[in-house]
């Protein structure tokens, strides 16, 4: 099996449908292992796109968060959330609250907001007793291998994020804002290019056009980077995708995508996009203790159905500004 060309002590074995992956012995201090090693870890983030770390042994959400944060430095605080998560620590959140039943299929987490977060950290405290895997694929071969006439219409206008806020389904306006008063959501849509229409039912609807190519803040490699198929209703299964439509309308749904000019995307787009993804994704089952660290540009991840209890913690960490020269935000902020 080869091994990392990175000069570095760590021995990080390398597989083609798995991630990069370094076991450990179990330290008696992982945040003050994890300190030690940082420059060495993230240096392999930033060369293979993600890590599994396996050995450290984390067990609490203390742990994990210390760990994070030697890692990462301060970590983030969700905005703009389209699902509501348990806080555990500051910084430090509970999975996305999904179906086990249910894929998550491949995304860039939080590719839509104007500040983004540049790393995932992910710490597996339970495994589940089958699948449940954090999948990962690569975005510049994404990219490579999606048609380039799809390519070039997306990276010339952009995709657009719609969104219509409801206390049934996702993140309410003060789980997804930190705030319900209007005046504070108002500012915060006009300083992040978030177009909004508060409807006669005092609902909010949002549409932002955002960029689903950017250049990685590091390497300046140009990487497929968005949500487009994750939050499209023709990701949706047939009979939720059904239910939503008649229960909030065509125009009415939680969250959709459109190509950036407003105009629908269709099902085989979708589709396409979504087997693009699984065609280059790499998997390793979880197992208790394990460390997971994820390039948010370089990388996306899914989530695979499961059974049994699963419990992963998950922090945002290197806030990041990718689309500043984006003709689709600029577009959009006119």
Known sequence: MPFSSLASPLDVRLSPDKPALLRVDPPDDPPKWAAQHREALRAQVTEHGALLVRGLGLSDPDQVGAVFRQLAGELMTEREAFAPRETHRPGVYASTPWPANQPMCMHHELSYPLQVPGLMLFACLTAPERSGATAVADAEEVLRALPAGLVERFEREGWMLTRTYNDEIGASLTESFGTADRAEIERYCRANAIDFTWQPDGTLRTEQRRNAVVRHPVTGRRCWFNQIAFLNEWTL??????????????????????????????????????????????????????????????????????????????????????????????????
């Open 237 to 334: 299964s047939p009979e939720v995708r059904e239910y939503l439509v008649d229960v909030y309308g065509a125009d009415g749904l939680p969250f959709n995508t459109r190509h950036g000019d407003g105009t629908p995307i269709a099902e085989d787009v979708v589709q396409l996009i979504n087997s693009t993804y699984e065609a280059h994704t790499r998997r390793e089952p979880w197992q208790p203790g394990d460390l997971l660290l994820v390039d948010n540009i370089r990388t996306a991840h899914s989530r695979e159905a499961f059974t049994g209890e699963r419990q992963v913690l998950v922090g945002l960490g290197d806030p990041v500004r990718p689309a500043e020269d984006c003709p689709a935000l600029e577009a959009s902020e006119r």
